[in-house]
């Protein structure tokens, strides 16, 4: 169980807007491995909001970015769900905000 707990909190010590559980408890009292996503709060991924599953899915691409040692831009679809406060800022990377429209000509800006 402390190994576990090692490994989880290396892992979660680098992420920003969530946390993984790596192994879980089982009824006869061992450790089974597994991984769950959670927002820092404690939220299940399944049950979050669509903007904050996003910022997860981002947190979780720049963890992996910086893991390997890869630069890669960042597309964020659905950018109107966001609002000024909760927006996901740049960290170095590339972001390209993806916004849908009723519009028949594609706008790049």
Aim: with cysteine.
């Amino acid at each position: 169980e402390e190994k576990a707990n090692i490994v989880s909190s290396r892992v979660n010590d680098r992420l920003l807007i969530c946390k993984i559980q790596m192994y879980r408890v089982q009824k006869d009292g061992g450790i089974a491995p597994d991984c769950r996503v959670y927002s820092k709060e404690g939220v299940p991924f399944s049950t979050i909001n669509n903007s904050k599953a996003m910022l997860i899915r981002i947190d979780l691409q720049r963890f992996f970015c910086n893991h390997f040692n890869v630069q890669l831009p960042i597309f964020v679809d659905e950018y109107k769900s966001f609002d000024d406060f909760n927006a996901p800022k740049s960290q170095g990377e590339q972001m390209i905000m993806l916004y849908a429209s009723n519009s028949p000509t594609l706008e790049v800006k």
